[in-house]
Nanobody, 116 residues
């Protein structure tokens, strides 16, 4: 299986970005999907998650109300809409797929930089 992120880049504080993650090589609709991030010198941290059907989402407190995770099982895609971005959101963002008793999948990561 493979996960490939896209949509990162440089944005000013207060701006928006939409990350996309394309899945292939596994049964996407049976996997819960997550976004993690890792800033320089810090541990990788959970950002947002969505269940396999899309019925339930959850967020880190630091992004709640600003970020929205969604998925399209027909297209094998998961998204992270990021609004009101702050400099502390600067990190490498990773897409993750997780399912009980099945392999975990990780993307290669994509850089998001929030700076004026």
């Amino acid at each position: 299986g493979q996960l490939v992120e896209s949509g990162g880049g440089l944005v000013q504080p207060g701006g928006s970005l939409r990350l996309s993650c394309a899945a292939s090589g596994f049964t996407f609709s049976t996997y819960d999907m997550n976004w993690y991030r890792q800033a320089p010198g810090r541990e990788r941290e959970f950002v947002a998650g969505i269940t396999n059907t899309g019925g339930t989402t959850n967020y880190a407190n630091s992004v709640k109300g600003r970020f929205t995770i969604s998925r399209d099982n027909a297209r094998n895609m998961v998204y992270l809409q990021m609004n009101s971005l702050k400099p502390e959101d600067t990190a490498l963002y990773y897409c993750n797929g997780r399912s009980w008793r099945r392999p975990d999948y990780w993307g290669q990561g994509i850089q998001v930089t929030v700076s004026s």
